[in-house]
């Protein structure tokens, strides 16, 4: 009596979960099986990747930052080219003047006046040690630097939206999967059901069944909000309004790569990483040799002149006028700074050798992370045509499990155990279309350039 009413518990409770819709509604792609899935679901837009991609590039706030510092370092370098040019002063002005003034020892009243002047100067360094030379040499050095740098953030902001785009397809692809299981399930639990009926199993193989459908229906829900959170992801990721997802199409896309390793090292110790760091090398070895030049002389060159005019009326330019112009060289030559010199030199070597050290590291670093990237896209591609055979395998090993089953050849148990050895095998195909997309992506952020 009590497993009775355990069994009709059981049953019911199944049965609704079963009957009851899917909640999740997200984008397939066309031709895909799973009834419950649309084309597209309401207000969610499927874009492609390359679309992806610019939407983010537009409205990135990393590269909005990576531009403005090579916007500064150009400034800069501008302004290094501008010192090799003299200041130029130009200036006017005027006053009037009243009281009393000594002439000759006596003091008498002035009946004031207005007097004005107009004035101009321009300056130069002629010599400095070669110094201005090293700070231009530096500040091209710090803006390709700069450019090298918004280069790197490309390509990491095309990383993310990558890994991100193929995590929805990698997503897509298990819930057409979890929909295909959920199908073989409730055939499953039909032919059960009819032999029940027949009297050829008992009912704990209906039970059996039921908690098998009820199973893959719970993943199928799982994988539909894994899915629509992967789609929040990405739409957070390019910066839309408007929510999106990846295109269907894409998703039967195996990735492929021709060149070999010895090809991408090379072009990888060419890449964006590799090159930011060796520009700054050159910088700071420009500003190490500057921070030497201050303990050599420098020449000055100046130029001056201007005129003055003493009138009774407020009238620039007019009454009695004098002219001065004047030339000078000023050499200087610092002695002692209190030090101050010698500091800057050792925080210049140190810079330099912190340059250096991670110019070696980024090479040694994109070496590594191509063999590491290849190994792993090598491993996905044979994985992907290891689990494509593992799908016929498991195909076949279902249909004939299932023939058994009808037969009376085999138990229940044998057949789910079929059809969990096939869900692994199409969760295992999944994974690996998902590692080699993720490991050719690495790949070309390591190098800087897509991989045809």
């Given at each position: 009596m009590r497993l009775s009413i355990v069994t009709a518990v059981v049953a019911a409770t199944l049965g609704t979960v079963i009957s009851s819709p899917a909640h999740a509604q997200v984008a397939t792609p066309s031709g895909m099986r799973g009834g419950s899935l649309q084309a597209q679901a309401a207000g969610v837009t499927a874009i492609s990747l390359d679309e992806a991609l610019r939407q983010a590039q537009a409205h990135s706030p990393q590269l909005v930052q990576a531009r403005g510092q090579s916007r500064v370092a150009n400034a800069q370098?501008?302004?290094?080219?501008?010192?090799?040019?003299?200041?130029?002063?130009?200036?006017?002005?005027?006053?009037?003047?009243?009281?009393?003034?000594?002439?000759?020892?006596?003091?008498?009243?002035?009946?004031?006046?207005?007097?004005?002047?107009?004035?101009?100067?321009?300056?130069?360094?002629?010599f400095n040690g070669g110094q201005r030379i090293l700070d231009y040499q530096a500040a091209k050095a710090s803006l390709d630097a700069a450019d090298q740098s918004q280069i790197i953030q490309h390509y990491a902001i095309d990383l993310n939206v990558k890994q991100?785009?193929?995590?929805?397809?990698?997503?897509?692809?298990?819930?057409?999967?979890?929909?295909?299981?959920?199908?073989?399930?409730?055939?499953?639990?039909?032919?059960?059901?009819?032999?029940?009926?027949?009297?050829?199993v008992s009912r704990a193989d209906s039970l059996t069944s039921a908690v098998a459908v009820g199973q893959a229906r719970v993943n199928l829900v799982t994988v539909q909000g894994q899915l629509a959170t992967a789609n929040a992801a990405l739409t957070r990721l390019i910066g839309s309004e408007q929510e999106v997802t990846a295109m269907p199409e894409d998703t039967a896309s195996i990735p492929s790569i021709t060149l070999d390793t010895t090809a991408l090292i090379a072009l990888a110790l060419n890449g964006p990483s590799v090159q930011a760091a060796q520009h700054q090398v050159a910088a700071n070895r420009s500003n190490w040799w500057a921070s030497l030049a201050a303990y050599l002389p420098s020449l000055s060159m100046g130029y001056s002149g201007g005129s003055g005019w003493q009138n009774d009326?407020?009238?620039?330019?007019?009454?009695?006028?004098?002219?001065?112009?004047?030339?000078?060289?000023?050499?200087?030559?610092?002695?002692?700074?209190?030090?101050?010199?010698?500091?800057?030199?050792?925080?210049?070597?140190?810079?330099?050798?912190?340059?250096?050290?991670?110019y070696r590291d980024a090479r040694l670093g994109a070496r590594a992370s191509i063999?590491?990237?290849?190994?792993?896209?090598?491993?996905?591609?044979?994985?992907?045509?290891?689990?494509?055979?593992?799908?016929?395998?498991?195909?076949?090993?279902?249909?004939?499990?299932?023939a058994q089953y009808r037969a009376g050849a085999v138990s229940l148990v044998d057949v789910l155990q079929a059809q969990s050895t096939l869900a692994t095998a199409r969760l295992g195909l999944i994974q690996a279309r998902l590692d080699a997309r993720t490991a050719k992506a690495q790949i070309e952020a390591v190098i800087g350039k897509e991989i045809e």
């Open positions: 370098y501008k302004a290094s080219l501008a010192s090799f040019l003299p200041s130029v002063y130009v200036g006017q002005g005027t006053s009037h003047n009243q009281g009393q003034v000594y002439v000759q020892g006596v003091l008498l009243n002035s009946l004031g006046g207005w007097s004005s002047n107009q004035y101009y100067s321009a300056s130069m360094t002629v991100q785009y193929f995590a929805v397809l990698a997503n897509r692809e298990a819930v057409d999967a979890a929909e295909r299981s959920l199908e073989e399930a409730q055939q499953q639990m039909a032919v059960t059901n009819a032999r029940l009926a027949g009297g050829a009326h407020f009238v620039l330019g007019g009454g009695t006028k004098n002219n001065n112009t004047a030339l000078s060289f000023s050499l200087g030559w610092g002695l002692f700074d209190g030090l101050q010199r010698e500091s800057r030199v050792v925080q210049a070597d140190v810079a330099r050798d912190n340059a250096l050290a991670t063999t590491q990237w290849l190994a792993q896209f090598r491993t996905a591609e044979t994985r992907i045509a290891l689990q494509a055979t593992a799908i016929r395998s498991g195909e076949e090993s279902v249909a004939a499990k299932d």
